[in-house]
């Protein structure tokens, strides 16, 4: 290995100063000869000045929980043992979900692939195993991921709101997000930069849950206690600047950054166990844990930091939230919007409207999923005619 490259699940802080590269293994740039990687144990090593000059790893704690140092505040979401956990386990449910699947554009052979966000680094693991002969590098504000990795994946300390990336431009085949409602305060810029550091003929895709809950057949009233949770953080989102309601523009934005050939799958994800579909079921039985394990984790931060709440009154507020999750009576679901896109060829003529499709997919009695064509989403979510299954 050259001594310029990160060692394999090492923790780089891409491009940034000496203050900044906290308590991480880290390097100031992915691309050869911009820095030097450190190893792990120098973390612990008194000696190292990294180590003593760095904040990376001086997680902010409040209420119990602890955020990342790096950029503090600017993510308002936890990143302790407890959310690495449902963390883990959320990865588990798109899997699912997705039946098996780790992405849907139609990669052939890339060399290099991002991932933006990467939270605890699994989709970034399965990928290096994937396409062994790929680079795959994946950011986080947080260094929550594992050391022990394919040799092809390195994990980098990184904002991807930063206007400049340090790579060149249409450096990567592939751009992945997943799951980063909340994180920026306007995700057209991610995709646009997405556009930018993707070369022609490669992919970006995004991968992320719609915030408010559906329901088809008026089982989900209006004073619900889980709808009205989803409305306090969304506005909590809203007033810090890092909107929540996202997934169902993806499309539209990724039309208007250049890609073409967009293409768009709707996953229907059960708030809990109501379905009687098998597959539905088990997805709902997931879901519902997930929720439960993660609600405080979801709530604590904007409900403090936002909305003013004292602790106790973020909990107390939420037992008749837990409860309404656990509630089989209300038929509610979410949406999981998947979105990809291809940067066209130097030169391609491309057509008047770029070719795409959006597709529900309800997972039918049968393993194979069963798909219909739908105009795009509803904007009202408990009128929308799309069903997911006859609720028990």
């Not at 490259?5 to 590269?21: E, H, I, N, Q, W």
């Not at 119990?64 to 449902?86: M, V």
């Not at 809203?238 to 293409?263: C, L, S, T």
């Amino acid at each position: 290995m050259n001594e310029e490259d990160p060692a394999p699940g090492t923790l780089p802080v891409r491009k940034f100063s000496m203050a900044a590269m906290a308590h991480s293994p880290a390097q100031s740039s992915p691309t050869s000869g911009n820095g030097t990687p450190i190893d792990a144990d120098s973390l612990y090593d008194d000696t190292s000045s990294l180590a003593v000059e760095s904040s990376v790893y001086d997680f902010a704690k409040e209420n119990g929980r602890t955020y990342h140092g790096y950029r503090a505040g600017t993510y308002h979401f936890p990143n302790d043992p407890s959310e690495t956990d449902r963390l883990d386990f959320q990865f588990e449910i798109l899997k699912y979900c997705f039946l098996d699947r780790n992405y849907f554009a139609p990669l052939d052979k890339p060399q290099r692939i991002l991932d933006i966000g990467t939270g605890t680094g699994q989709w970034a693991v399965e990928m290096g195993d994937d396409f062994p002969e790929a680079e795959i590098q994946a950011t986080d504000l947080s260094p929550i991921q594992p050391l022990t990795v394919p040799e092809n994946v390195h994990f980098f300390i990184d904002d991807a709101s930063d206007d400049d990336w340090a790579l060149p431009p249409a450096h990567f085949d592939y751009i992945h997000t997943r799951m980063l409602l909340g994180c920026f305060t306007d995700f057209r810029d991610i995709i646009r930069k997405g556009f930018y550091y993707t070369k022609p003929g490669g992919y970006m895709e995004s991968q992320d849950y719609y915030s408010i809950p559906y329901c088809d057949d008026g089982t989900m009233p209006p004073d619900w206690p889980f709808l009205e949770w989803t409305k306090y953080s969304d506005d909590a989102a809203m007033e810090a600047d890092r909107p929540m309601r996202i997934a169902n523009k993806f499309k539209r934005w990724y039309k208007a950054a250049g890609f073409v050939d967009v293409q768009e799958k709707v996953f229907k994800v059960p708030v809990n166990a109501w379905p009687r579909d098998r597959h539905l079921k088990t997805l709902g039985m997931m879901s519902e844990e997930n929720w439960l394990c993660g609600l405080s984790a979801f709530s604590m931060g904007h409900f403090s930091r936002i909305l003013n709440w004292s602790k106790p009154q973020i909990e107390v507020y939420l037992v008749n939230v837990r409860k309404a999750i656990q509630d089989k009576r209300v038929h509610a679901y979410h949406k999981v919007f998947v979105v990809w896109g291809r940067k066209p060829l130097d030169g391609e003529q491309m057509p008047p409207e770029p070719d795409s499709s959006t597709e529900t997919v309800v997972p039918g009695p049968s393993k194979a999923p069963a798909e219909m064509v739908v105009p795009g989403p509803s904007q009202a979510p408990a009128t929308e005619n799309t069903s997911v299954a006859d609720g028990q």
